[in-house]
């Protein structure tokens, strides 16, 4: 929608990046009548390493916000799963989470489709579109923005940082230190051994300092490791520890994996914004370090910034009111997720299943 995109005015609201955060800010302010520019750099749509997972609680956001379901055409099969937890003594302590299931998308899909959810409400998309940096400009900030034809710069009274864990906006506020990332790394292989069509949760120190996980995925296998570079194991010694537990009692044969990639993701650190600049999702660190999700706090963080802009007060401080519990538990969650005993993993996992 380059085209249609019309700079003499300023905007309200500027929000960089389309992912979830984006999106949902894109599509609040624009819901509120907030002139609103969603600038993202790579498509929409585009692809995002992830494991694509959305939880009841992303869905019951999705459905407050945007008011609608998650559509079937951007589910893979098999979708929706149950959620099956895998303490550090194994297997067979394990259960399935009462209640929870999680949707199965490609992040393509899903970004896209709440991108043009916000296009729809009214919201300009400028695609192919880097926010660069910003500067004040008295009540106002100029976004210099970067495309294929050069650099342009916008005008507008708010923006919003929804630009991922690589953050251009949070750097210019307060560039975060790598201590406060983790990486998640996956291999998708050929569907092996017993696994149901669910989603495996397990926990085991000497696999992963954070969790590993295991997710059908169509005819694959996505397996998933997080670490973190300050605590074993390397993601080599890791991901070879982890198919050894799957071959063990799950019957998981390693036929090579069809694909590698890996990507990090926030680690506590959280960071809402400074006077007309407000951060959301990744990029404020909203993501919840024992199970690396951060797609609900996305768009629960992204939605809620944009609310607080349309209020028009105190929007800095409405902003970290409305996120304060979720900041506190991230940050709780984040400063003890890597230093946890195998015994301790398995006694929080039991006393959280009220076994
Ligand atoms: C391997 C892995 C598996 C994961 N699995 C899950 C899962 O199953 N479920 C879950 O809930 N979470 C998962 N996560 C976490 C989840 O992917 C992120 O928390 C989530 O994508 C954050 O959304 P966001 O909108 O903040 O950022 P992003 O999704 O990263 O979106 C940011 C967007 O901004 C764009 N952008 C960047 N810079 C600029 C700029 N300067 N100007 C314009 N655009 C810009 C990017 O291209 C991107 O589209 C996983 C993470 C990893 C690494």
Not at 3 to 11: A, G, I, K
Request: net charge neutral; hydrophobic share 40%.
């Amino acid at each position: 929608m380059t085209q249609s995109v019309e700079f003499s005015e300023p905007y309200d609201v500027v929000v960089a990046g389309a992912g979830p955060a984006g999106g949902s800010a894109a599509y609040v302010a624009a819901d509120r009548g907030l002139r609103t520019l969603l600038l993202e750099r790579r498509g929409p749509p585009r692809d995002k390493t992830c494991g694509g997972l959305v939880t009841n609680l992303c869905v019951d956001f999705v459905q407050k916000i945007f008011g609608r379901t998650v559509p079937s055409e951007i589910q893979i099969p098999p979708s929706p799963m149950p959620v099956f937890v895998a303490p550090p003594s194994g297997r067979s302590a394990g259960f399935l989470v009462p209640h929870e299931y999680v949707l199965n998308v490609t992040r393509r899909g899903f970004d896209g489709w709440l991108a043009r959810c916000a296009e729809e409400r009214g919201a300009d998309l400028w695609r192919d579109a880097e926010a660069i940096r910003f500067l004040p400009k008295g009540d106002r900030l100029v976004v210099s923005v970067a495309t294929r034809d050069g650099r342009t710069d916008i005008e507008t009274r708010y923006l919003v940082g929804a630009d991922g864990i690589h953050s251009r906006i949070r750097d210019q506020i307060d560039p975060r230190p790598f201590a406060q990332r983790a990486y998640y790394i996956q291999e998708y292989c050929p569907r092996t051994g017993d696994f149901e069509d669910w989603f495996y949760l397990m926990y085991r120190g000497d696999t992963s300092p954070i969790y590993s996980y295991v997710i059908p995925k169509e005819d694959l296998l996505c397996l998933g490791i997080g670490i973190h570079k300050s605590v074993a194991p390397t993601y080599e010694v890791g991901m070879q520890r982890f198919k050894g537990w799957l071959a063990e009692e799950f019957g998981f044969r390693d036929l090579g994996p069809r694909r590698k990639e890996g990507y990090p993701v926030p680690l506590g650190g959280i960071h809402m914004g400074k006077d007309r600049v407000l951060l959301a999702g990744d990029a404020a660190g909203f993501c919840y370090p024992p199970t690396g999700e951060g797609i609900t706090f996305a768009v629960q963080s992204g939605a809620a910034a944009a609310a607080s802009v349309a209020q028009g007060r105190d929007i800095g401080s409405r902003y970290a009111a409305e996120m304060s519990k979720v900041a506190a538990w991230i940050e709780a969650a984040a400063s003890r997720t890597l230093h946890l005993t195998d015994a301790e993993r398995e006694a929080r996992i039991r006393m959280k299943a009220g076994l």
